[in-house]
């Protein structure tokens, strides 16, 4: 019995080595949050370009506008000092429009400085943004490369700990390899221990007197009055 719980030690370590590699294959940073990071960035520069992009059209619109309003203002401004008009009332409302056109002139003219204004600020933006991106971009393929790397490696040594998980489980009585298998679904990947004193190292109980007894005496399977583990008494580690 007592070889029988040595080798089904073996296996209780490696079930707890193979919990320990599947965390850590289930913990592995895949790049999704910074991802979510690069696609955010994404679609922030593509706003910056359609405003860059909308802004241009409205600045060429706004072009097409001022040509209009000063091929107006030079026409009544040659009429107001050609000496073609005489007539004062013809002449104050020349030069009535003429003053009107220079004020929607200055508008449009303060217009397009303003959306020039916006466009430099928005392709500034915009070049931090494609810069900050590349940076984003860069940091995500090395951290999927890491990724796969890791991966590959812990899927590689949990392969390895199944076969041997395997070998060892066929050398173990079915019995006792069912009573630990269901012991260790309720006690936390933990169904045997390792004991070396008058002590359970899964739940820090001491043990009955009579418990140390039949541990060392050995011959039947023991558990823990406590926690329900089986026991495992190392007599190498015993004083």
Do not use: W
Request: aromatic residues 2%; contains cysteine; negative net charge.
């Amino acid at each position: 019995m007592s070889d029988d719980l040595a080798i089904l030690y073996q296996v209780q370590q490696i079930d707890a080595e193979l919990a320990r590699r599947t965390g850590e294959l289930s913990g592995l940073d895949t790049g999704e949050a910074l991802q979510a990071e690069v696609e955010a960035a994404e679609t922030e520069i593509k706003h910056l370009q359609a405003q860059h992009h909308s802004c241009e059209r409205e600045s060429m619109d706004c072009n097409l506008e001022l040509s209009s309003l000063e091929e107006k203002k030079a026409k009544f401004e040659a009429q107001l000092y050609g000496g073609a008009v005489h007539n004062p009332r013809q002449l104050a409302d020349l030069q009535g429009e003429t003053q009107m056109l220079s004020r929607e002139i200055g508008k449009v003219e303060d217009r397009i400085l303003g959306l020039m204004e916006t466009m430099e600020r928005a392709r500034a933006e915009q070049d931090q943004r494609e810069q900050a991106l590349s940076e984003m971009k860069r940091r995500l393929a090395e951290v999927r490369a890491a990724c796969e790397e890791a991966s590959q490696r812990l899927r590689g040594e949990i392969a390895e700990l199944e076969s041997r998980r395997k070998e060892l489980a066929s050398q173990v009585p079915p019995a006792l390899l069912k009573r630990y298998e269901q012991i260790r679904v309720r006690q936390g990947n933990v169904g045997l221990v390792r004991v070396t004193d008058g002590n359970c190292p899964g739940c820090r109980i001491s043990f009955p007197s009579e418990t140390v007894k039949r541990l060392k005496a050995g011959g039947s399977t023991q558990t823990c009055e406590n926690c329900g583990r089986l026991l495992y008494f190392d007599r190498s580690e015993s004083g």
